[in-house]
């Protein structure tokens, strides 16, 4: 609803420590190895492209959609965090679903791996080629195909941009059920294929409960059509389901049809200082009884992230006092009481002592400049250092604990700067950061198990909204049962026999040759 895009200093930053980390992580013994996180990867009995291959797709999408040399496809090879750095040689660029149908019956006939790759704002390393993969860029296919201004479905195609895709329904009078700080660049289709989270997953859910169907393409190039644009439709098994959350291994999205909610008439939002987590915990209690449906965002910042927001990227805390815990509470309504009733609320909270300090408005340029502070954390921990970014779900009760329980492991590490935790107290999902002076593979070893395994201890996930991408799957079975797993691998292999859909992802050593 309210939209910012992400700093362009940022990429300035990523690239930077893209360069250091890569000469730090030159872990690959061969150009069939590749250590990541502790884990090796062996690269699969696939087909390698040649110059044959190359000739063969610039007839098919036109010679600019297809990129060669290091200059046009190293930008395709870096992730958002720039913890993984990719080796493909080839980016395919295509327009249609038929050019994708006609890109992977290519590829699955030689046996050449693909790696689909959307906005590639994600934190799982999920989207870049581990090894030669040809990357499949949806980019182009950024097609707004239909928007019914009396159901609200807005069906498009899977590359576009949310940020476009918000602004689009605004001005019928809808609103994109999924906000996210990386709006200006993420793409739906990627946010579809990693059942995105984002901000007001309080009150409108994931993506598995806002898309009504898709379309996409398997590995054989088949396109299957689910593009259903009914709310109830009870036939047969619900296929879509395969594709939300699969990162691409088992199909490529390229096109949805999602469900938009109202654009809410009236929208304030509270920003609030607490001295303890109990009490944010009470404040949240309070606030679900009494706001109900118009609560659309609970958001949890420590005082650490906050301060790396003031120190680094120069933007003002709302409230001037310092406390060890803020909230940024939205409400949407068609009802203009809506921000009395919350005045009113945060007057009583105030008076029992439950919050220390609080401000509230309805204006929209002040409501972006707090959601700037929210949204722009991680670009702060970048300027500190490398940063080690967990993106997992726990209970309520234990959803800070872990971030203390960190700072007390790592306490007394010279290379570590900082642990901070900030995320979605409504749906809890915690995002934890640990920033250090630059990456080492001792310290990656000691941070990584122990957050893990006290997530999965506590009945928690190990990705609550990013995805296992390749940097996690080693840990999927902290979260899945073996059998689950298991009968993961089974669809993959029955829906890819070839393997050739993002191999080495989401689920452990399903590529060619590892099975």
């Known amino acids: ?7 362009t200093n940022v990429g300035r930053i990523l690239l930077h420590r893209a360069l250091q980390f ?7 013994t061969s150009s069939n190895v590749r250590v990541v996180n502790d884990v090796r990867h062996i690269r699969g009995e696939y087909g390698r492209v040649t110059d044959a291959e190359v000739h063969h797709f610039q007839s098919l999408l036109g010679e600019p959609n297809v990129l ?11 992730d958002y965090m720039k913890h993984t750095l990719g080796n493909s040689g080839l980016v395919l660029r295509p327009k249609t679903a038929k050019d994708v149908s006609d890109i992977l019956k290519y590829c699955n006939d030689r046996r050449i791996a693909v790696c689909p790759q959307a906005g590639n704002t994600g934190i799982s390393s999920g989207s870049v080629a581990l090894f030669d993969e040809v990357v499949l860029s949806t980019e182009r296919m950024n097609s707004i195909i239909n928007f019914d201004p009396v159901s609200g479905v807005l069906v498009c195609e899977a590359g576009c941009v949310l940020e476009s895709l918000m602004k689009h329904v605004e001005g019928h009078g809808y609103m994109m059920p999924l906000d996210l700080g990386s709006k200006g660049s993420c793409q739906i289709g990627g946010n579809v294929s990693t059942n995105a989270g984002g901000i007001r997953v309080i009150r409108y859910g994931t993506l598995q409960g806002c898309v009504l169907g898709l379309e996409a393409v398997t590995a054989d190039g088949t396109i299957l059509n689910c593009l259903n644009t009914m709310r109830k439709d009870n036939t047969g098994y619900h296929l879509k389901h395969l594709f939300i959350g699969s990162e691409g291994t088992l199909g490529i999205i390229t096109k949805v049809a999602i469900m938009c909610p109202n654009l809410p008439k009236h929208v304030n939002v509270a920003f609030i200082g607490l001295d303890s987590y109990d009490k944010v915990l009470e404040l949240f209690s309070i606030a679900r009884a009494e706001f109900g449906e118009t609560l659309s965002s609970f958001e949890l910042i420590d005082n650490t992230a906050m301060t790396s927001v003031e120190n680094k990227l120069h933007l003002s805390c709302p409230i001037t006092n310092v406390h060890p815990f803020y909230i940024l509470i939205e409400l949407a309504s068609s009802q203009p009481t809506v921000g009395k009733h919350m005045e009113n609320i945060l007057e ?20 972006q400049k707090i959601w700037k502070v929210r949204e722009t954390i991680i670009e702060a921990l970048l300027k500190i250092g490398y940063v080690y970014s967990f993106d997992i779900s ?6 800070y604990e872990i971030v203390e329980l960190t700072r007390e ?32 593979e001792e310290l990656t070893r000691i941070i990584e198990p122990f957050v893990y395994e006290w997530t999965s201890k506590h009945r928690g996930s190990v990705s609550a909204e990013h995805g296992i991408g390749l940097s996690k799957t080693k840990y999927l079975e902290h979260t899945k049962s073996r059998s689950a797993v298991d009968l993961m691998r089974s669809l993959k292999n029955t829906m890819d026999p070839k393997c050739i ?4 992802k989401v689920i452990p050593a399903v590529a060619v040759g590892e099975q």
Not at 2 to 7: F, G, H, L, R, V
Not at 394 to 399: D, M, S, V
Not at 413 to 428: A, L, S
Not at 501 to 504: H, T, V
């Open 68 to 78: 060669t040399g290091a200059q046009n496809v190293g930008p395709y090879n870096v």
């Open 348 to 367: 009583k909270v105030l008076n029992d002592s439950i919050i220390s300090d609080a401000t509230t408005t309805d204006q929209i340029s002040t409501i």
């Open 1 to 7: 609803m309210y939209t910012s895009k992400p700093a």
């Open 22 to 28: 890569r000469r730090e992580r030159s872990s690959a």
């Open 501 to 504: 859909l993002n191999p080495y």
């Open 409 to 440: 492991k790592l306490k007394g590490i010279e290379d570590v700067k900082t642990v901070c935790g900030f995320g979605h107290i409504g749906d809890g999902n915690l995002h934890l950061n640990v920033v250090t002076s630059r990456y080492d």
């Open 394 to 399: 726990l209970p309520l009760n234990r959803f």
